[in-house]
């Protein structure tokens, strides 16, 4: 079993940052993609970032590149979402969710039925 806890969610300005962490409760923690996923309210979820415990691989959506960095600690056990210049479109409740092996170079990288742990969620809104 793999538990992940969401951290550093809120209510933000747009242009302004948030860093989103997600702590994991496991011992394996080296054989572990960890992605970052987000639902807004109406729309379909989708997956933004996800990254390799083993190597450290990463791979971001299109609409993440360039702006959201994702990266771990291994001390920590923990992965952390960096995102910038965020607008109000990317307001939503952000899960990390974990799958077995390294899912980020394939395409199927963020298909949710690969992933078979995630969190509760931490909610993130952009406002002026």
């Known amino acids: 079993q793999v538990q992940l806890v969401e951290s550093g969610g809120g209510s933000v300005q747009p242009g302004e940052s948030l860093t989103l962490s997600c702590s994991i409760a496991?011992?394996?923690?080296?054989?572990?993609?960890v992605a970052w996923f987000r639902q807004a309210p109406g729309k379909e979820g989708e997956g933004v970032s996800c990254?390799?415990?083993?190597?450290?691989?990463?791979a971001d959506a299109e609409t993440a590149q360039g702006r959201f960095t994702i990266f771990r600690d291994d001390a920590k056990k923990t992965v952390y979402l960096q995102m910038r210049s965020l607008e109000p479109a990317h307001s939503a409740v952000h899960y990390c969710?974990?799958?077995?092996?390294?899912?980020?170079?394939?395409?199927?990288?963020?298909?949710?039925?690969?992933?078979?742990?995630w969190g509760q969620g931490t909610e993130v809104t952009i406002s002026s």
């Open positions: 496991k011992d394996t923690f080296d054989y572990l993609t």
């Open positions: 969710e974990a799958a077995w092996g390294n899912r980020a170079p394939h395409s199927s990288r963020f298909n949710k039925d690969l992933y078979e742990y």
């Open positions: 990254i390799s415990i083993d190597d450290g691989e990463a």
